[in-house]
């Protein structure tokens, strides 16, 4: 009896021992920057992490519900950037309705997404080798509109109304956005139907389809749900800077994975903590601010952000092992 408790107890907190871990990081992370920086815990400046996590904390949801069910999403970075570059073309150009534009630019999110999960679920492409293609698509694209260079947009006031409007002192309506998106994916991935099959998904496809599981539906939703988040990082980026940057969302791929796994997330699907993706985020958010705050050069953030990667899939596979 003894021994059966002991079990119980050792299964019940591995879980528990993963979010501890990822805590301490943070707190390890918040540590060494303040004392390196005295700036670092002032107000204004996690405000500006707060804010600075916005467009990654979107483009990660959509990325762990990718990984939940056992793929991955190489395009994001580039859907953010051609959504703000649509958004601000289409009322530079065509003269259209600042939130008719918006509406589309969000769409094409949607759409990109829909590319990637028709083609995984349905005709069976491995998902990065699509997204990749959809990523490559989407830079020349953004390349052709813009010429590589960014479009202005502090003479739209309208634009700017997402991204830099104020709802305390404190508190921005994206800073506001994002906290609600999260709320509401972990009540979906925790506690309904649908985010369990995502799991099931990612844990045993087979399983899944001999359950009776539309396996191809849920990973063409996830797609979907990455595609729009990723729009809407962007456009929240564009607006919150008054520009729409073709090149903005270059790293952000590889950013929110990191951040989804640092999290907590399997990389092989199957297991996802979605409060612990938010703690992710704003460690390599923090992590790039920190290093900025101490004044060592951009590349160091590479390393920084590698490393981290690496621990994080090095801890995960040993715990799988």
Known sequence: MENSSKKKRIKLTSDVKQIILIVAAFTIMILVFSIGSEYFLKKDNIITILISAVPLGLIAIGECACLVTGVFD???????SLAGVIWATLITQFGMN??????????FGLFSGAIAGVSTAWFMMPAWMSTYALMQIWRGVIMIITGGKAINMSAYPEFKVLGQTKITNSITLPILLLIIIYVIVYFVFKYTKFGRSLFIVGGNIEAAKNAGLPVKSIQFFCFVLSGGMAALG???FASRSASANPIIGELYAMQAIS???VGGTKMGGGKANIAMTFIGVLIMVGMQNGLNMIRLPAFYQYIASGLILFIAVMLQTSRQN
Do not use: K, R, Y
Request: aromatic fraction near 14%.
């Open 98 to 107: 600042t939130w008719l534009a918006f509406a589309i630019a969000l769409f």
């Open 74 to 80: 190489m395009s994001p970075g580039m859907v953010a």
């Open 259 to 261: 951040a989804t796994v």
């Open 234 to 236: 962007g456009l929240v």
